[in-house]
């Protein structure tokens, strides 16, 4: 299948540059992935839409300021680091910008000297391994020095920083938000309860390789990023339980369903590990596990619109976003959502054979 496959027509004035002035504000485009079928509702609709016995599994995952800006110490020339991936204690997998300016064995200082690093080394992709050196605990430096990485489409200020996280975000370790979970409050996730539907948490920390285009022209060829993930055992049992009883299971995010699809793929079924994955799912691929999806709309030509053409089917999910271009919804981190029920017709697509890294430390 050809990239270009995924491609749509995008005003620039429809990639939302804020959040909604409520988080449960933003509208909610329905699609049935079996009948093609669109509805529009808001998220604070989300309740309704959902049955007693169902299952929300979201990505407690915590975006942390992982954005640096500092300098040379040699030649004073301003550099911002973006951490990716703690390979150690000290030590860092980066994007340094800008990089041809950033070499082996250049010394970097932030914060007035309180926090100085070294690059180790210039990985395949461009990527840098960089040491830090400081004094006392990195977390509490990071609070005073980094700031919140905003994706590169967003060109106005945040006025909130809470607002690029979700309101269920607990483990530290995210280069990006979770962004289906943003449009959920507290008394809506009380409302999702009351309904009868049990709620799990997973994580799985989000990389920057989520806005790295795919360049290739058939999307077979593109390498895909990997990210760390925790699937607890509490989580296994309730999702396991859910569907025993016929409840539907229903994915806050593109990352949840990264998690659950991977180790089910890998097993054959869910189990409670923690590890990295590199899955990259689009269509001809197998679900296992999630019955319905929450997400936001995604770039065109992203790996993460071939994973909902995978899930709803591409000429489905094709038109719902024409229809949502041209009822002007609001795109990307900050736009609004998608309900979508799982396409359960056989495709004509090829199944999905695709192999994928799925590295597994018990948990």
Not at 46 to 74: F, H, K, Q, Y
Not at 250 to 262: C, P
């Amino acid at each position: 299948m050809m990239t270009k496959n995924f491609h749509y027509h995008l005003p620039e004035h429809l990639i939302a540059q804020h959040p909604a002035d409520r988080r449960d504000a933003s509208r909610l485009l329905l699609l049935d992935g079996n009948s093609g079928q669109i509805g529009h509702k808001h998220f604070s609709d989300l309740p309704d839409l959902l049955s007693p016995g169902d299952c929300l599994v979201m990505n407690n995952t915590r975006v942390i300021p992982a954005r640096l800006i500092g300098a040379r110490e040699d030649s004073g020339t301003a550099v911002e680091v973006l951490l990716l991936k703690r390979v150690q204690e000290r030590v860092w997998e980066t994007i340094v910008r800008p990089g041809r300016r950033v070499r082996t064995g250049h010394r970097l200082t932030f914060i007035a000297g309180r926090l100085s690093a070294q690059v180790q080394d210039v990985l395949e992709n461009g990527n840098r391994l960089i040491r830090f050196e400081y004094d006392g605990l990195f977390e509490t430096i990071l609070s005073e020095a980094g700031t919140l990485p905003l994706p590169p489409y967003i060109h106005e200020q945040l006025a909130d920083p809470q607002r690029y996280q979700t309101v269920y975000a607990r483990v530290d370790g995210s280069a990006a938000a979770p962004t289906a979970g943003l449009h959920f409050t507290p008394e809506l996730l009380d409302r999702v309860r009351e309904r009868g539907v049990r709620t799990v948490e997973l994580t799985l920390h989000v990389g920057l390789g989520t806005f790295r285009p795919v360049k290739a022209d058939r999307i077979d060829e593109h390498q895909m990023h990997a990210e760390q993930f925790w699937l607890p055992q509490d989580a296994v049992e309730t999702i396991k339980d859910t569907r025993a009883k016929g409840g539907r299971v229903i994915a806050v995010g593109t990352t949840t369903v990264r998690v659950l699809e991977s180790v089910a793929a890998r097993f054959g079924d869910l189990k409670a590990v923690s590890g990295s994955t590199d899955i990259f799912i689009y269509p001809g691929f197998e679900f296992k596990v999630i019955d319905r999806l929450i997400t936001n709309f995604h770039l065109p030509e992203s790996t993460l619109i071939m994973l909902v053409a995978a899930f709803a089917g591409q000429e489905q999910v094709m038109a719902a976003y024409d229809e949502a271009v041209k009822n002007e919804y609001r795109f990307f981190s900050f736009g609004d959502a998608c309900l979508i029920s799982r396409r359960t017709i056989p495709s004509q697509t090829a199944v999905f054979n695709r192999p994928f890294n799925l590295l597994i430390e018990e948990a």
